[in-house]
């Protein structure tokens, strides 16, 4: 497997990090459980109990599944929802492949756009059908956290494999000398 493709797992890992760290509930504070038989990651079962991801059926989460750019997309938005985030203006993104956009994820697109947190790829494109990378579900949803003043440093970390994030100890800035 490609560790850097972002799975299913890895973006419930994130979803729930970034959740407790916008809430202000500790991880371990968030209620756990789920019926899925194909995972035992805790972190699963907590974004289950927190509404931030489903399995594939009732009790298959399928955790090794690579998404694409736009089920992070989708996931994120639903996340910046249930905070009750709404972007202030709405803009229409001005990415080189936004015809080939899907109209069902255009206001999608849009709404993320609108907060600041898309940027897209280098080529102006944002490829919403490509697979997404453990780079994209971090900087997302670090622009989430930052743009919306929930952290001011960085506050995930992974092992070399990307295969387990955790809170660093202590978000942190810069101290101005």
Not at 36 to 47: C, F, M, Q, R, S
């Amino acid at each position: 497997m490609n560790t850097d493709q972002l799975t299913r797992e890895d973006l419930a890992e994130i979803l729930v990090y970034a959740y407790a760290k916008a809430t202000g509930v500790g991880v371990d504070a968030l209620p756990t459980g789920e019926p899925y038989t194909d995972t035992d990651n805790v972190l699963v079962g907590k974004a289950y109990q927190a509404g931030l991801m489903m399995g594939k059926t009732d009790i298959q989460f399928a955790p090794d599944q690579v998404i694409s750019r736009e089920t992070l997309f989708l996931s994120v938005k639903g996340l910046l929802l249930k905070l009750g985030i709404v972007p202030t203006s709405s803009l229409t993104a001005p990415y080189s492949d936004y015809s080939s956009i899907p109209s069902s994820i255009r206001p999608t697109v849009n709404y993320l756009y609108s907060l600041g947190v898309l940027s897209g790829l280098a080529d102006g494109a944002l490829n919403v059908k490509s697979p997404a990378t453990t780079e994209d579900g971090l900087t997302v949803l670090l622009r989430v956290l930052k743009t919306h003043n929930w952290i001011k440093g960085p506050v995930l970390e992974g092992d070399k494999e990307r295969k387990h994030w955790k809170p660093l100890s202590f978000p942190f800035e810069q101290q101005q000398t």
